[in-house]
Nanobody, 127 residues
Framework: QVQLVESGGGLVQVGGSLRLSCAAS????????MGWFRQAPGKEREFVAT????????ASADSVKGRFTISRDNAKNTVYLQMNSLKPEDRAVYYC????????????????????WGQGTQVTVSS
């Protein structure tokens, strides 16, 4: 099982930016499709963005399109989420997730496709 550790969360003003990182260990990182999800208080966990194993295909939720960018560095075993133009509704705990798919070239948008999860990092946007 791959282990995932998120970092980079914090408090930011509306319109500001944050960059989340997720460091993976324990397995071959490039065998995993990676994703970011978030969970706001009182709400279900929701999909944010996903990236395929090679990093040349991504997908994101409509609510973050044009503001958030997912990327990965397989040499560093790390996936990133660059968040710009943050809004109060982006406030949530953000989770990194990994889907074991050694022969896949596509992304994974469904929460049930993911095998491993990080502990989450809090993002708070103040107005």
């Amino acid at each position: 099982q791959v282990q995932l550790v998120e970092s980079g969360g914090g408090l930011v003003q509306v319109g500001g930016s944050l960059r989340l990182s997720c460091a993976a260990s324990g397995r071959t990182f490039s065998n995993y499709v990676m994703g970011w999800f978030r969970q706001a208080p009182g709400k279900e966990r929701e999909f944010v963005a996903t990236i395929n194993r090679s990093g040349d295909s991504t997908a994101s939720a409509d609510s973050v399109k044009g503001r958030f960018t997912i990327s990965r560095d397989n040499a560093k075993n790390t996936v990133y989420l660059q968040m710009n133009s943050l809004k109060p509704e982006d406030r949530a705990v953000y989770y990194c997730a990994a889907a074991y798919a050694p022969f896949s070239t596509v992304v994974a948008g469904g929460i049930n496709e993911y095998d491993a999860w990080g502990q989450g990092t809090q993002v708070t946007v103040s107005s």
